[in-house]
């Protein structure tokens, strides 16, 4: 990576301990109405137990259904509170933007940071593009620098990755602005890709913002972040709320209009007692350098993987550590152009479901530590039941059926008695029936709330096609999300149940296109949840008709798993549904120019990538071997990580371990890269004096001594 000009040092500066100002008469009565209603149904539920005849199952029912139900009302809870800040609060605007609008950022140096994995590259470096340009409009582009870090492990991702480097520098002029690094050992993951390049470089800038490989953010944004960090000196970092945008399928569809339209209520309701105790996300928030280094260097957990080892969920450890010193972690709920993508499909969701899961299930470890502050505390907690609502939930409905199952055994009828609370005057079925409407109400009105916040917000609803598309998209999105919920139900159990019995989970690139589930993919993936559903759907039909019709539900989303996956994964139901108006957003019906320039220039790089006739495996190690330009770069780049003494050493370790990688060089040339595994790609490809001696044999040497796949690849090369 060629050397960043000079930086001043970063000035220390000094915090005073946050003043829990009614902050602790917020999180008391918050989730105080939530055990309020969670205590009133659980009353009422228990009663329903006990008119029905009592067992010890009877007993694991109703603390089931207190849990699930609690974590239920706090969700309600989110919306509601969420909805009346918005519609009646004194302050709206939470961060007060105005009044920073003219703060002077001269001086405050802040690196944009891109952890990538594997990732499209094309796409990685044209959201770095969109968000350079946007930045460089605003006029503060000299405060910021640009970082590509890749832990890329595939080689011809590695040499893309720089070639396309090298072209987005000299299409944007931005030598010494936008650079490049790939590290050469994974630890610590993206977690430890970050904490490499802060010991390297993050003395040098007094901020830093993390993007994800999918992320987008405007210029006005950043900038604004930044005005915010040095107008709030005890602020150590600020979380966005990122919009989820560019989604091509239906399912990719709902989830990004659920997102646009729900979010608002939801992430207003969070604020009101987090405040500024709030949460990291790990990408699209501006972190200050020097408390980050100082505090957020993640420990090792003791024990065994899946559990011991890394932290994986590294983002909600890390807001923890800063607020455990003092440092305030804000939720800038009311700023908006901060965007990323999504998964367009059930399986690519539930993919990155499982990474998550694993990460969230450690903070068990983490959620107990000494020190940490009580909203801390609540933040890792909720994040673990997230993941564990799905078997307690599987759990209920199983317990449900047991009972059912040994009364039909048992042959005894039910025998209604009274209800031992007063209030209480109805049948055993009107009982029933307005528990599930208490669950229903609970379950759904934060969208119709939602729904409301839109309708009062006339321009906003503009944005959405209309209340009535809205309201439709909304109405089509819970149907949706009625047959989806078993199938996340399913598969979180199957997460849960892996992990703890110590199956950890690879660390995989989420795959962010909109290519749609093939059949037999669909197939191999969803055939247990549609025998289960048939299987369970014959069991309850057997013991009790009508209990059959109120699991349909949760049965339909099962039986029809392989049919939803396909259909909603596909493009162009999402383009029909697109032209009929459903499930707009505000990026589509006033796209911003950043996200117009992405879309553009993805579609004539999908244009141009199907025209090409150089796409094949190894083409990285072709293109680095046959052009001189793109050999040149690699070189270059590494000869200057030899100047990082870490770097240097494992590269000589790598050029003397096991076979030699001159001797790799030259099976290389004599039998082709099939020859050689992609641990020995790597290692021909880190070694600068290899590449540049297998670049002059290939153009100089006799074609003889080539293997025959070097000699198709010249040829094409010069055609």
């Not at 990004?256 to 939801?266: D, E, G, M, S, V």
Request: hydrophobic residues 45%; proline residues 4%.
């Amino acid at each position: 990576m060629v050397t960043s000009h000079a930086r001043p040092p970063l000035q220390s500066v000094s915090i005073t301990p946050v003043r829990p100002v009614r902050r602790g008469v917020r999180v008391f009565f918050f989730f105080s109405l939530a055990f309020l209603i969670t205590g009133v149904v659980s009353l009422l539920f228990a009663d329903l137990l006990w008119r029905t005849g009592w067992s010890s199952c009877s007993t694991l029912l109703l603390a089931l259904f207190v849990v699930l139900f609690f974590l239920a009302a706090i969700g309600c809870v989110h919306g509601a509170f969420g909805f009346f800040l918005r519609q009646f609060g004194n302050d709206r605007r939470i961060t007060r933007l105005n009044e920073f609008a003219s703060r002077d950022i001269k001086g405050a140096s802040t690196a944009i940071i891109v952890p990538i994995y594997n990732e499209d590259v094309v796409r990685v470096y044209e959201g770095l593009r969109a968000s350079y340009l946007s930045l460089q409009q605003t006029g503060h582009l000299d405060n910021f620098d640009f970082f590509i870090l890749s832990d890329s492990t595939d080689p011809d991702k590695w040499i893309e990755e720089e070639r396309r480097w090298a072209e987005l520098v000299q299409q944007l002029n931005a030598l010494g602005r936008i650079y490049y690094r790939r590290r050469y050992s994974n630890e610590g993951k993206k977690s430890g890709n970050v904490r490499d390049f802060l010991s390297n470089w993050g003395r040098r800038y007094r901020y830093f913002v993390v993007f994800d490989a999918d992320s987008i953010m405007r210029g006005t944004t950043i900038v604004t972040l930044v005005k915010l960090m040095e107008s709030n000196p005890s602020v150590g970092l600020i979380q966005t709320v990122p919009a989820l945008v560019n989604a091509e399928s239906l399912f990719g569809r709902m989830q990004q209009f659920a997102n646009r339209l729900y979010a608002p209520i939801f992430i207003s309701g969070l604020n009101y007692w987090a405040q500024s105790f709030g949460n990291y996300w790990g990408h699209n928030a501006i972190i200050r350098t020097e408390p980050f280094m100082q505090y957020c260097d993640l420990p090792f957990l003791p024990g065994r993987k899946p559990f011991g080892g890394q932290i994986l969920s590294h983002d909600f450890v890390e807001a923890a550590l800063l607020l455990k010193e003092n440092w305030q972690v804000w939720l800038a709920t009311d700023l908006e152009g901060s965007y990323e993508e999504g998964p367009q499909g059930l399986i690519e969701n539930a993919q990155r479901d499982r990474r998550w899961c694993q990460g969230n299930l450690q903070h068990g470890m983490v959620v107990f530590a000494r020190g940490l502050r009580g909203l801390s505390r609540i933040h890792l907690a909720m994040g673990i039941f997230g993941y564990l609502s799905s078997p307690l939930w599987l759990m209920f409905l199983v317990t449900f059926n047991w009972i059912l199952q040994y009364k039909k055994d048992s042959g005894l009828s039910d025998i209604t008695v009274q209800s031992f609370t007063p209030f209480i005057r109805l049948t055993g079925t009107q009982h029933a029936f307005l528990i599930f409407l208490i669950c229903m109400t609970v379950l759904f009105i934060p969208k119709l709330l939602a729904l409301i916040d839109l309708a009062r917000d006339k321009k906003r609803c503009q944005t959405f096609g209309g209340f009535a598309r809205a309201a439709l998209g909304a109405f089509m999105e819970t149907l949706f999300s009625t047959l989806h919920a078993p199938l996340q139900m399913l598969w979180h159990s199957k997460f849960v149940a892996t992990i703890l019995i110590g199956m950890g989970v690879n660390w995989g690139t989420q795959n962010r296109g909109a290519d749609g589930t093939p059949w037999p993919v669909a197939v191999r993936q969803h055939w247990g949840h549609t025998l289960l559903g048939l299987v369970w759907g014959a069991f309850v039909w057997q013991l009790d008709q009508t209990t059959f019709w109120w699991f349909a539900p949760v049965l339909a989303g099962m039986v029809c798993s392989i049919p939803l996956s396909v259909i909603t994964s596909r493009g162009t139901l999402g383009l029909k549904a697109c032209s009929l108006g459903l499930f707009l957003v505000p990026e589509e019906t006033n796209p911003p120019p950043e996200l117009v320039s992405i879309r553009t220039r993805m579609a004539l790089a999908q244009s141009e990538e199907k025209d090409s006739k150089l796409q094949h495996s190894n083409i990285g190690l072709a293109e680095a071997v046959l052009d001189p330009y793109v050999n040149a770069t690699h070189v270059s780049l590494l000869r200057e990580s030899l100047f990082n003494p870490a770097y240097a050493e494992l590269l000589n370790r790598l050029e003397t371990m096991g076979d030699g990688v001159q001797k790799l060089g030259e099976r290389l040339l004599a039998q082709g890269p099939d020859a050689l595994t992609s641990p020995e790609k790597l290692r021909v490809l880190s070694s600068a004096n290899t590449m540049s001696w297998i670049h002059r044999q290939v153009w100089l040497g006799r074609p003889e001594q080539l293997a025959p796949w070097w000699r198709t690849e010249i040829r094409r090369y010069a055609r």
